[in-house]
């Protein structure tokens, strides 16, 4: 038997500038892909620094909508998830964190989106058809997410574990969540939804925010 499968530890890649290509479709459809966000080490250690914040009981069921509104629908929404920030005592997922600031930076810069805050949630959906039905992550007009970042986390992610990301932008294009794959949307402007899953299935999604103009000043 190997000691391990895993490749070695490294730092994860430099998060680059969007390409023309990316920040045409981000434009014209409101979303790109991008492989190899992480790094293969660090997105392995990542799922397994999500598997045991999991084995240490620190995901909830997922809810829809805010405030009082707040509720759990499994069948709406079956994922379990948790604040990234809650955890950032854990080297993997500060490095996580330190490539989705990264990539704050470089769609600031490509995209001149002037986007301030981000937060971070792990979520695991369980298998056994748990999905996510059709939404959008900010209702458009309020001030609120702009920008939402995905990154999976699933190395042996096969076809038929459905779990597809499914958009509705032109084409009707679907993402599987396959390990170290990136998926940058609009939040207002694209509605989408995870197809049942069959498998065990984990991301770290991060949104993007403007600062809001109603907020005090100090
Ligand atoms: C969400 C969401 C999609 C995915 O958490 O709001 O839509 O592919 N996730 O995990
Ligand atoms: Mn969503």
């Known amino acids: 038997m190997f000691a391990s499968t895993l490749p070695p530890a490294g730092c994860p890649p430099p998060v680059l500038p969007l390409s023309d290509l990316e920040l045409r479709r981000l434009a014209d459809a409101g979303w790109f892909v991008r492989e190899g966000f992480l790094g293969a080490s660090l997105a392995h250690e990542a799922r397994a620094a999500c598997v045991r914040l999991a084995e240490a009981d620190g995901l909830r069921a997922a809810g829809i909508r805010r405030g009082a509104a707040h509720t759990v629908d499994r069948a709406l929404r079956g994922d379990e998830a948790a604040w990234l920030d809650d955890h950032l005592d854990d080297p993997a997922l500060r490095a996580v964190a330190a490539q989705f600031e990264a990539l704050r930076g470089v769609v600031n810069e490509g995209a001149w989106l002037g986007l301030t805050e981000l ?7 369980p298998g056994g058809g748990a999905r ?10 309020s001030v609120n997410r702009v920008l939402t970042a995905i990154v999976y986390l699933n190395p042996a992610w096969q076809p038929e574990h459905g779990g597809r990301l499914a958009l509705w932008t032109p084409g009707r294009p679907t993402v599987d969540p396959v390990l170290d794959r990136l998926v940058v ?7 989408h939804a995870v197809e049942p899953a069959w498998a065990e299935r984990w991301a770290i999604t991060g949104w993007f925010r403007k600062p809001d103009p109603a907020a005090p000043l100090l």
């Open 132 to 141: 996510y039905r059709r939404h959008l992550d900010a209702f458009p007009g």
């Open 119 to 125: 937060n971070l949630q792990v979520a695991r959906y």
């Open 185 to 191: 949307f609009l939040s207002e402007r694209v509605p």
